[in-house]
């Protein structure tokens, strides 16, 4: 989740447009998923959630297609705001994009197919986060239905994230919307958000929270020096009592802080590693609803910009007590 507060240089580009009002701010294509001869199940991450995602909002009848804002696919020129153009060239390899996936069979396809069947939908997830950042600034919340690629960086992909995103969103921000020069990232994926850690690194406009399992991947800790505020999970809670706990709840409670505040906020819908998880992200979103934290009317004028500490004492200190021990 990215709460943005408090943005610069115009520029023009495809990502940022005219939104109709009877829209709602919640970005999607259908593009976003990943299907390619079976190769997908290879990997643990179900690449079809976001599609079943807004299967489960339409079924609850929350959205219907022309209430959806439709994502468009990341240029060169926009991922170049953030990525490097060596790192770029190397997506251009199968056996890297194989790696970054964690898909070994990858290495053995041509790049063309690489590029339209893996790399396309990623691209599109990213323009979609890109133009959910305007959006949320623009409507006070926004939520892409995919993106979250918070293990890629500038220079460096990994852990089924080839596209940081993230970082992206909120450069796109600080870089093209007036108003705009800080930001929050509350990262609450179960691992933690090392791309992002390492793009922010030396920029005191950013505060992140990272909420992650220390014993699994990455491991990093280089970039865990750019963490603001660290809650890291020990073994022993279980699935079922954390996703009582930490993902319906702890949506919740991040909106509820933010929208409070009049703080414009960002969702990404991050890791899918569950069967379950679709379905999870869908009543999460369904709640918020329910709450009246999300509704389709623009955001009243003036938004408040309070100090970024102050919102997160408040929400942390919630975050603290759903069994993030």
Not at 52 to 68: A, G, N, Y
Not at 119 to 124: A, N, S, V, W
Request: charged share 25%; net charge positive.
């Amino acid at each position: 989740m990215l709460p943005f507060i408090s943005a610069m240089k115009p520029h023009r580009t495809e990502l940022y447009q005219d939104v109709p009002s009877t829209c709602w701010p919640i970005v999607y294509s259908p593009d976003y998923n990943i299907t390619f001869m079976g190769l997908e199940k290879l990997h643990p991450f179900d690449a079809g959630k976001w599609g079943k995602v807004i299967d489960f909002l339409k079924e609850e009848k929350l959205v219907v297609d022309d209430l959806i804002v439709q994502a468009r696919e990341a240029t060169e020129d926009d991922l170049l705001v953030v990525h490097t153009r060596r790192y770029l060239n190397k997506l251009k390899w199968s056996f890297v994009v194989a790696t970054i996936t964690e898909i070994p069979p990858v290495l053995f396809l041509p790049n063309f197919l690489v590029q339209r069947k893996v790399l396309k939908p990623l691209r599109t997830q990213t323009g979609g986060t890109i133009m959910a950042g305007k959006l949320a600034v623009d409507r006070g919340w926004a939520i892409n239905v995919g993106g979250g690629f918070h293990h890629c960086s500038s220079d460096k992909g990994g852990g089924f994230c080839a596209y940081a995103d993230i970082t992206l969103a909120i450069k796109f921000l600080f870089e093209r919307v007036q108003g705009v020069s800080k930001a929050t990232i509350i990262d609450l994926d179960a691992h933690q958000g090392n791309g992002h850690e390492r793009d922010f690194m030396d920029d005191s406009r950013v505060y992140i929270m990272d909420a992650y399992n220390r014993y699994i991947y990455p491991g990093d800790g280089f970039a865990k020096r750019a963490i603001k505020r660290k809650v890291e999970l020990e073994w022993g809670t279980e699935d079922t009592e954390y996703l009582q706990k930490g993902i319906v709840k702890r949506d919740e409670v991040v909106f509820k802080a933010a929208r409070s505040r009049r703080i414009p906020i960002l969702m990404v819908t991050s890791g899918g590693y569950q069967k379950r998880t679709a379905r999870i992200i869908a009543d999460s979103i369904l709640n918020l609803h329910n709450l009246g934290l999300i509704d389709k009317e623009l955001a009243t004028s003036g938004v408040e910009n309070p100090k970024v500490e102050q919102m997160l004492r408040n929400s942390v200190a919630d975050l603290s007590k759903l069994s993030l021990q």
